[in-house]
């Protein structure tokens, strides 16, 4: 399974954002996917993630804000963020977990200007 994360940028405070992962390979049809983010010097933490189900679930930081959703048929997940913080910046990853299995994408830079 492989992930293709992107939609990443620079943008000022209070504008918006929309990320976008591609799953390719042989998936399986349960599974959670999602969003976590590592900003400089700090450890990679969960933002949302959203079960095949629609099951979704977000970070107290992001909440009210970001909006996690996914395209099932396209095996794709997004992540709209808006009113973006400084705060927010760091690079984000995309996450697939099926069963015992976890696979991450390749990371997509989001840098949010004052």
């Known amino acids: 399974v492989q992930l293709q994360a992107c939609g990443g940028g620079l943008v000022q405070a209070g504008e918006s954002l929309r990320l976008s992962c591609a799953a390719s390979?042989?998936?399986?049809?349960?599974?959670?996917e999602g969003w976590y983010r590592q900003a400089p010097g700090k450890q990679r933490e969960l933002v949302a993630t959203?079960?095949?189900?629609?099951?979704?679930n977000y970070a107290d930081s992001v909440k009210g804000r970001f909006t996690v959703s996914r395209d099932n048929a396209k095996n794709t997940v997004y992540l709209q963020m808006n009113s973006l913080k400084p705060e927010d910046t760091g690079v984000y990853y995309c996450?697939?977990?099926?069963?015992?299995?976890?696979?991450w994408g390749q990371g997509t830079l989001v840098t949010v200007s004052s």
């Open positions: 390979g042989n998936i399986v049809s349960l599974n959670t």
């Open positions: 996450h697939l977990r099926a069963g015992i299995y976890t696979y």
């Open positions: 959203i079960t095949s189900g629609g099951s979704t």
